[in-house]
């Protein structure tokens, strides 16, 4: 008997999976697409909180991508850098994110992927629970098969199907940004994630692999329709060192995009439901912490369901996103006003010793949650009864 469904293969639900499977759960991971691995838009710098998380699911990325010793921001006239205060983090394509997280899945007995299924909800009101239809491509009239599994993990991504179908999606504000990721085929030049900021938009720059680096760009969209050649065109014209580095190399991919990125739920857990990763609610990639929540999600999703609590879930959801919300909505603020970002930076030039103390705060308290010894310390108030 299936005690778990995972809807959707990405890095997070593989996450899920193995992680469940590792606490004695039998897993059914239900994707729609066939093929493996992967791709998606992304910023592809992984924190050194992800990398724990990574870890306790038995992944290791490791000779792959490339070491990170920090970050650097960087606008026309200033520029500040901290380096990880504990452990390093790495640059990886998605591709090869995947990848990993795809062999470590084929090697769980406990697993069972299901490809290019698609799943819908199915309503048992009077047993208030939700079971999953399996249909095998778009045009299937009736469902392959009906599972009625313990509990349902959504991981299906930012505009997740089965967020809407249980009607946890609330409405998201009216701006709205966008995101779109390239590869250029040159040798990384630095250890450091790097941040060049115009006035609305980002530029992300993350090596890779020993000959990749990967440039993101995020942007507001206030009307106008400007894509992703455009707003590159403006980091070539803002930054001409940049510009000197990659305009020139070939491009190992096309761009890919994503967004709106903006996505608000109502709630994380409903009955036997719960809501994981993008699919739990998405502010911003501005950070670059995504992945690490993502992947935290999976850990605490797994420790709530073997102890048969998913109301723990949602607490532990709520409060391990509390700092990293807020320094995502401060970062917001900044790159929406223009003078604002430009004295932030010049202070944080003058004083790096902040943006330290800052990131440090960032890369240390979306995992902590589940993890070292502040789990031990909180484990009786967290874990106790509901």
Not at 329 to 336: I, V, W, Y
Request: net charge positive; hydrophobic share 45%; with cysteine.
């Amino acid at each position: 008997m299936v005690d778990v469904a995972v809807v959707g293969a990405g890095p997070v639900g593989m996450a899920t999976a193995l992680a469940l499977a590792r606490r004695g759960m039998v897993v059914t991971l239900v994707e729609s697409r066939r093929g493996a691995p992967l791709d998606k838009a992304c910023g592809e710098g992984l924190m050194p909180d992800a990398l724990e998380s990574l870890r306790e699911v038995g992944v290791d990325l490791a000779p792959g991508g490339w070491a990170l010793r920090g970050i650097r921001y960087l606008d026309e006239r200033h520029q500040v850098a901290a380096g990880f205060p504990f452990r390093g983090g790495r640059g990886v394509r998605r591709l090869e994110l995947s990848e990993r997280f795809t062999r470590a899945v084929a090697a769980q007995p406990a697993i069972e992927p299901r490809r290019g299924v698609r799943a819908e909800l199915v309503d048992d009101a009077a047993k208030g629970r939700w079971g999953l239809a399996l249909r095998r491509g778009p045009g299937a009239a009736e469902p392959a098969e009906v599972l009625w599994p313990r509990w349902i993990v959504a991981a299906d991504g930012l505009r997740s199907p089965l967020r809407r179908q249980c009607g946890l999606a609330a409405p998201a504000g009216a701006a709205q940004r966008f995101g779109a990721r390239v590869h250029f085929e040159v040798a990384p030049w630095s250890d450091e994630v790097e941040v060049y900021w115009l006035d609305g938009l980002e530029a992300y720059v993350t090596p890779v692999a020993e000959d990749v680096v990967g440039l993101a760009i995020l942007w507001w969209r206030r009307g106008e329709r400007a894509g992703f050649e455009q707003h590159l065109e403006r980091v070539w014209r803002a930054f001409p060192s940049l510009h000197e580095r990659l305009a020139g190399a070939p491009r190992a991919s096309a761009p890919r995009g994503a967004g709106p990125l903006h996505q608000r739920v109502r709630a994380v857990v409903d009955r036997n439901l719960l809501l994981v990763g993008d699919a739990s609610g998405y502010l911003d990639a501005i950070t670059g912490e995504g992945m690490a929540l993502g992947f935290a999600d999976a850990l605490a999703v797994a420790e709530a369901l073997d102890r048969g609590r998913p109301a723990l879930y949602a607490r532990l959801h709520r409060r391990r996103r509390r700092v990293p919300l807020l320094l995502m909505h401060a970062a917001l603020q900044l790159s929406r006003r223009p003078r604002l970002r430009r004295g932030a930076l010049r202070l944080l030039a003058a004083r790096p010793g902040i943006f330290a103390r800052l990131l440090a705060l960032h890369v240390g308290e979306s995992g902590a949650a589940l993890r070292g010894g502040v789990v031990r310390r909180r484990r009786k108030a967290d874990l106790g009864a509901t």
